[in-house]
Nanobody
Framework: QVQLVESGGGLVQPGGSLRLSCAASGIIFSRYTMRWYRQAPGKQRELVAAITSGGSTAYADSVKGRFTISRDNDKNTAYLQMSSLKPEDTAAYYC????????????WGQGTQVTVSS
């Protein structure tokens, strides 16, 4: 059974930092592109950052220079380091594992809430 479990969300003041984790099980983690999405109330889900199986990364313009995506294949875990957080970063953050390049499945975590407020 495939599971993606996000953790690390919470309440943080503007300018603060958080690190989200996405622990995967039931998949060959190293073969998956890992993505972080977020969805704020009343808005569409948007792609925040991605890291391929080879380690290439990409970011939404709104988070470039503030967020860093990484992965540890030995721990089957992806991370999203978020710094200089702004109120507009408030959203539910979701982890996605995409194995399409290798003909594998696509899976989602349950989400973790990030609230940036003073």
């Amino acid at each position: 059974q495939v599971q993606l479990v996000e953790s690390g969300g919470g309440l943080v003041q503007p300018g603060g930092s958080l690190r989200l984790s996405c622990a995967a099980s039931g998949i060959i983690f190293s073969r998956y592109t890992m993505r972080w999405y977020r969805q704020a109330p009343g808005k569409q889900r948007e792609l925040v950052a991605a890291i391929t199986s080879g380690g290439s990364t990409a970011y939404a313009d709104s988070v470039k220079g503030r967020f860093t995506i990484s992965r540890d294949n030995d721990k089957n875990t992806a991370y999203l380091q978020m710094s200089s957080l702004k109120p507009e970063d408030t959203a539910a953050y979701y982890c996605n594992a995409d194995g399409g390049f290798y003909g594998l499945g696509n899976y989602w975590g349950q989400g973790t809430q990030v609230t940036v407020s003073s």
